[in-house]
């Protein structure tokens, strides 16, 4: 049996503005198996990265703050523990790389000595983080490692600094790590270079991968698993290729017919597209989020929470997968 590395239940965090309250994840729930990637996707704001912050401690009181749940990795409670065991465990077990690696990098600091500072604040002695920073360099592509340790962040491309934050990211020999759209502002070729770091680094040391993002060819060169997010929910779930190949939930078919396919979408032709906006999440929301946009709504979406149903290793959350004839 696959080891759960992460389990993740029934979390819901809220952010505190202007005398409003956001509800930003509301009863997600999700696991990670060593070893494996599960994509988290869906829009911009529907929920992605806060999942992901909160599982890191990286929810900031105010103005956000978790409201119920649990977060366990191999076990132990996260958001209960003592405070030096949680840093013991950011950083060493759960590591982040993050969407915009220029915004995470001091620009005063050479690139060497703020990946090695993790592992200095952790105990390990400065030589031995000197060495294994410039290991780890090497490991994801840069080139003369000792050399551009000493280099600042602004003398290296976009894609070479999405290097540096793997690089930063592996110091702790994590178990898990969480990647929040770590290819979105690259181009095409490098995307698909960092996404074969990634596939080749997580198989050479059996790491988990939560990978967060928005980008469908991406979920489907490398995630085992897909949740779909939208409005702070999990709407649909399951094995990768069979949410790709059946959709189940309505938001997830919109997001599939979104996709231009070669020799099947017409050149020139407009492409398919959801209408309308993800519904703002401030005072909650009462029935179904999805329903002012989804095609198949009916007067019940309007009043009442959307069901759970399975079929196989697939769920969904929606009232027309209860009227619909199992196959």
């Given amino acids: ?28 729930s999700f696991h990670l ?3 494996e990637t599960l994509a988290i996707l869906g829009e911009s704001g529907s929920g992605k990265s806060v999942s992901a912050s909160a599982v890191m401690d990286l929810i900031a009181c105010p103005p956000g703050r978790i409201t119920s749940g649990s977060i366990h990795y191999r076990g132990e409670d996260l958001l209960h523990m003592p405070a030096g065991r949680r840093r013991e465990i950011n950083g060493r077990k759960i590591a982040m790389i993050f969407q915009d ?7 005063v600091y050479p690139v060497g000595w ?15 983080a000197r060495r294994r920073t410039i290991e780890l360099m090497g490991r994801v ?7 551009r340790a000493r280099a600042y962040p602004h003398q290296f491309s976009g894609g070479q600094r999405q290097r540096l934050m793997i690089a930063m990211a592996l110091m702790g020999r994590p178990r898990f790590l969480i990647a929040d759209e770590p290819t979105t502002a690259l181009d095409v070729t490098i995307q698909a270079q960092i996404l074969t ?18 980008d469908l060819g991406v979920v489907a060169a490398v995630a085992d698993r897909v949740a779909v997010m939208y409005a702070g929910r999990i ?8 949410v790709f190949a059946h959709p189940m939930h309505p938001y997830t078919s919109g997001l599939m017919a979104a996709i231009p396919v070669p020799g099947r979408t017409a050149r020139g032709q407009p492409l398919a597209a959801i209408p309308g906006r993800v519904p703002g999440l401030i005072g909650g929301i009462t029935g179904c989020a999805f329903r002012d946009r989804c095609p198949h ?9 959307p069901p759970l149903v399975a079929r196989g290793g697939q769920r969904a959350e929606c009232h027309l997968l209860v009227m619909e004839p199992q196959p």
Avoid: W, Y
């Fill in 114 to 128: 703020q990946i090695a500072e993790a592992m200095r604040v952790h105990g390990m002695p400065a030589g031995d």
């Fill in 297 to 305: 709504a009916m007067p019940v979406c309007a009043t009442t929470s």
């Fill in 33 to 35: 198996d060593r070893g």
């Fill in 197 to 214: 770091l990634l596939a080749g680094i997580q198989r050479d040391l059996g790491l988990g991968l939560l990978l967060i993002t928005h």
């Fill in 235 to 242: 709407v649909e779930e399951g094995a990768a290729r069979d």
């Fill in 141 to 147: 592509g840069i080139r003369d490692p000792e050399q």
């Fill in 1 to 28: 049996m696959a080891e759960h590395v992460l389990d993740v239940s029934n979390l819901s965090v809220e952010f505190h503005t202007a005398g409003k309250v956001v509800e930003a994840v509301r009863n997600v």
């Fill in 101 to 107: 690696p220029l915004a995470h990098l001091n620009p």
